[in-house]
């Protein structure tokens, strides 16, 4: 098993070569580095990582290298995190929602969606895993609940009752690795992966029951959410209005038996909340 990391003395790679990893430095903008890694694998499981410079174009351009790294080194069996292209329900000239950037709607999703036709139109053999919304966002994304003014939990999201697809981001690993464990069933499939589907207020109430405290859910309209003003926030407004406006298209690509399907030991929130809640920062 090989690990690619462009940070070799990061905790998280010095955690998985302690497991047994062969770490390898590698850089998603080098071919070269991309090439050696793949040399003489049989699968590679492909992530991009667009909140690290926010450009979808670069986002596209790494799908591009890592798909010919693919095809030069005769990869058997890629698999590729990606999301839908929204813009093939929200159009550039809709005006439901902001275009972004001049030429997308929700740009993190879209790079990732347009890229799919890339490892198809190289012969890549690959599966597009659809990946939901990571519950590791309510720690690391600052999306967890806040103290209002009077001391208050409050869970904010604009999703209005909507269901929203999420799970933990380590059984998105598992999956990928049950895709692998299938062989060649899933090549030129798309697979769609989620813990569980709730809705704003049903997460609040699982947090009530973690954190200990009560925890109101605030159901904003997506333009508030763009407004909020931190780096992405309209791009993560728009993301959250095309899966609430979407609601039926987005959760029936994600499938929750379909994950257990893949790894067994699928989490629910509950149980990811039991193991993480106290990392949540408050306040």
């Known amino acids: 098993m090989r690990a690619l990391t462009r940070k070799l003395d990061s905790p998280a ?4 070569a302690s497991r047994g990893a062969k770490l390898m430095a590698t850089d998603l903008d080098d071919p070269g580095s991309l090439e050696r890694a793949f040399d003489g694998a049989w699968g590679a499981f492909c992530v991009t990582a667009f909140w690290e410079h926010f450009s979808p174009e670069r986002e596209l351009q790494q799908a591009r290298t890592m798909a010919a790294a693919a095809k030069a080194t005769g990869v058997r069996h890629l698999v590729w995190s990606t999301l839908e292209d929204t813009r093939r329900w929200v159009p ?4 439901r929602m902001p275009t972004l950037m001049g030429s997308y709607k929700v740009p993190h999703f879209d790079a990732k969606g347009e890229a799919d036709r890339v490892f198809a139109e190289l012969g890549v053999p690959t599966t597009n895993l659809l990946t939901s919304f990571y519950w590791e966002n309510l720690i690391h ?4 609940p ?3 003014g009077a001391g208050e939990l409050v869970f904010t999201l604009p999703m209005g009752t909507a269901k929203l697809p999420g799970m933990a981001v380590e059984d998105i690993g598992r999956c990928a690795l049950g895709v692998f464990r299938r062989g060649d069933e899933l090549v030129g499939t798309t697979v769609g992966v989620a813990g569980e589907h709730l809705s704003g207020g049903e997460m609040a109430a699982a947090l009530t029951k973690a954190l200990r405290r009560t925890v109101r859910y605030q159901a904003i ?12 926030a309209d791009d993560l407004g728009n993301m959250f209005q095309f899966k609430r406006d979407f609601e039926k298209v987005f959760r029936g690509h994600r499938d929750p ?6 790894n067994p030991k699928l989490q629910s929130f509950e149980a990811w909340l039991a193991a993480n809640a106290g990392r949540m920062p408050i306040g």
């Open 13 to 16: 790679a010095r955690a998985l």
């Open 92 to 95: 550039l000239d809709d005006e």
């Open 141 to 144: 994304f600052g999306m967890g």
């Open 146 to 148: 806040k103290e209002d």
């Open 221 to 232: 309209e997506p333009a508030a959410y763009r407004a909020l003003g931190f780096p992405g």
């Open 257 to 262: 038996a379909v994950a257990r399907a893949l």
